[in-house]
């Protein structure tokens, strides 16, 4: 001891300050860790204490919310979810009930939230609650966040889930007892007087609109008013716009049209023309107007008929057949009909007019629908039927009529479904055109007439439209047997009575109709060297066959001889036949036939 204490007091000063400094440092190291061990030790008594506060938390609030929480204003705070769900449908009743109410003018509706396709989305809020200081990893997060709730307090918003769809297809369904159609303004005709129905304003509900009206109140999640909202749709056409129009058609229905052509007269009473009359609607760049006018079909058909009436003038040409070529030997003339185009603009002016109404209508030439540049169109190309007569012995005045007669005839045309007159054809028989006296059978008398011997011309003509088949409308046998018939009687089946035709002007004609579908020239030429008369019937071939059965003939040529025959047409496989009788009664005694 006394040598270490000797060492020390022999010590350096610099080295006793150094062994000063290391006695110094030692008291604060020991301080220092026993600091770490408190500061360690409280750590983890509060770490225990905190755990058990989480545990008696969670033990405590298990399958409930933590204080302080509400949902959409409602307190939940302490409440297990049935409670809450509970408590929330309790307070939100009034809604829940009777969300909404649609008004539109007097009409309400009340649809519910599943008609509207609403839902509350209750589980997802109170799910959001439950969660609070439960969800993150960290257990000082859960505990600071339940501290910081319970503290301030939390509101969890209330949601509301919408199908759209849904909700449109509720409004569209009441659209109906919304929605108009919008009504044009009218003009009604009725027997000649004229009424004005006003225009009507449509309706039409603005769905989209309503719909974020609707979207809008349910956010507040308490029971709304919505009013509807709708927009009005216009008429097109407007009472204004039907006022000229009433004028217009006033003026149309003043009075009757009177209809002057070729000096016969027609009139068109007020109702005739309210029928005619037309209302149309044009849209214009300035809005919608109405036009009136008359039915122009109506009209033209009317003038189609008045010009049927009262045309005048006009004549086939005259055509002659020279081996398989047609030439014009007589130009045909101009028929003066009704101008249609000018006489309804005439028509459509006088009804527009106060003043004037009456209407002289206008004619205009109609040229001959044949001429030399299109007669080769018509379809005339085959001999369809020919027939002879005999003159033999006859007359010097008897030769001339009958010779007259077939020039009258020669070169005629006939349009398909025309009927052939040969009285109208002939025209009148007298000394004008070219006709001679000479005797007739008149009645019961042979008397001396103008044109004696024509009956020879309509005899060679029926023959010809016999053996061409076409119908015969109209034909009377003699009623006195004249021998000079007999010859080419049968055609190419021989000679012999009955085939005859006899013509008198105003009582008796002969006829028969074209019905071949194609027109036909009737071509007639006289012999007068050998006595022989022939018409031959041109045409378009189709295909007709025609055939002579009899003669079966009964009595005798000195009292009543009838003569019986039938014509069989075959056509396209079919057969026709057609029946024919000649009476002949005997000559009065004091006749020289």
Not at 231 to 247: C, G, K, N, T, V
Not at 278 to 302: A, F, N, S, Y
Not at 516 to 528: A, M, S
């Amino acid at each position: 001891m006394i040598t270490d204490w000797t060492r020390k007091k022999e010590l350096s000063p610099n080295a006793q300050g150094a062994l000063s400094s290391v006695g110094a440092q030692a008291v604060p190291l020991q301080r220092y860790w026993f600091t770490i061990r408190v500061v360690l030790l409280t750590s983890i008594l509060l770490l225990l204490a905190l755990g058990a506060l989480l545990y008696a938390l969670n033990h405590h609030f298990a399958h409930r919310i933590y204080p302080n929480v509400s949902i959409h204003g409602v307190a939940v705070g302490q409440l297990g979810s049935t409670e809450v769900y509970a408590q929330l449908e309790e307070h939100h009743a009034p809604f829940l009930n009777q969300p909404l109410t649609l008004q539109y003018g007097e009409h309400t509706w009340t649809p519910t939230l599943e008609e509207i396709g609403v839902e509350l989305s209750t589980d997802e809020a109170i799910v959001q609650a439950l969660r609070i200081g439960r969800v993150h990893p960290d257990r000082m997060d859960n505990i600071r966040e339940v501290m910081a709730v319970w503290k301030a307090g939390t509101d969890i918003p209330l949601h509301i889930q919408v199908d759209q769809r849904t909700m449109q297809r509720y409004l569209l369904g009441i659209a109906d007892e919304i929605e108009q159609l919008p009504q044009n303004a009218q003009l009604v005709v009725r027997n000649g007087h004229v009424d004005a129905l006003p225009a009507v304003h449509g309706q039409q509900m603005l769905v989209a609109s309503t719909m974020d009206e609707m979207l809008a109140a349910l956010q507040t999640l308490q029971p709304q008013s919505v009013e509807i909202r709708t927009q009005s749709i216009p008429a097109l056409l407007l009472d204004a716009h039907i006022a000229e129009a009433q004028r217009e058609i006033e003026v149309m229905l003043q009075g009757p049209i009177k209809i002057v052509a070729n000096n016969a007269v027609w009139e068109w009473s007020v109702e005739e023309l309210s029928q005619m009359m037309r209302v149309h609607r044009v849209v214009g760049p300035h809005g919608d107007d109405l036009e009136i006018t008359l039915d122009q079909h109506q009209i033209r058909e009317r003038l189609h008929t008045i010009a049927n009436i009262t045309e005048y003038g006009g004549e086939y040409p005259r055509v002659d057949w020279a081996d398989g070529a047609l030439n014009i030997l007589q130009n045909g003339t101009p028929v003066m009909r009704v101008d249609i185009e000018q006489s309804l603009n005439l028509i459509i002016e006088a009804a527009q007019s106060s003043t004037e109404r009456t209407v002289h209508l206008p004619f205009s030439e109609a040229r001959p629908a044949i001429n030399q540049h299109n007669i080769h169109e018509l379809g005339i190309r085959h001999l369809l039927g020919v027939g002879h007569s005999d003159f033999s012995g006859s007359a010097a005045y008897r030769t001339t009529n009958i010779m007259v007669g077939m020039e009258r005839l020669n070169g005629i045309l006939l349009a398909p479904g025309e009927e052939f007159s040969f009285n109208r054809t002939v025209g009148n028989i007298g000394p004008e055109n070219g006709f001679v006296p000479g005797y007739a059978i008149v009645g019961e008398e042979v008397e001396l007439e103008w044109g004696g011997g024509i009956c020879q011309d309509s005899t060679t003509m029926f023959r010809a439209a016999f053996w061409s088949g076409l119908p015969i409308t109209e034909r009377k046998g003699h009623s006195y047997y004249i021998n000079w018939y007999d010859t080419y009687g049968y055609g190419d089946y021989g000679h012999g009575p009955g085939i005859d035709a006899t013509i008198f002007t105003g009582a008796q004609d002969f006829k028969f109709i074209n019905d071949t579908g194609h027109w036909i020239l009737i071509q007639t030429r006289v012999d007068p060297w050998i006595a022989l008369a022939e018409v031959r019937i041109y045409g378009t071939d189709t295909g007709r066959e025609v055939m002579f059965e009899g003669p079966f003939i009964t009595g005798s040529y000195e009292d009543d001889l009838t003569v019986n025959f039938t014509r069989v047409i075959h056509e396209n496989g079919i057969e026709r036949r057609e029946p024919f009788v000649t009476i002949f009664e005997p000559w009065p005694e004091d006749t020289d036939h």
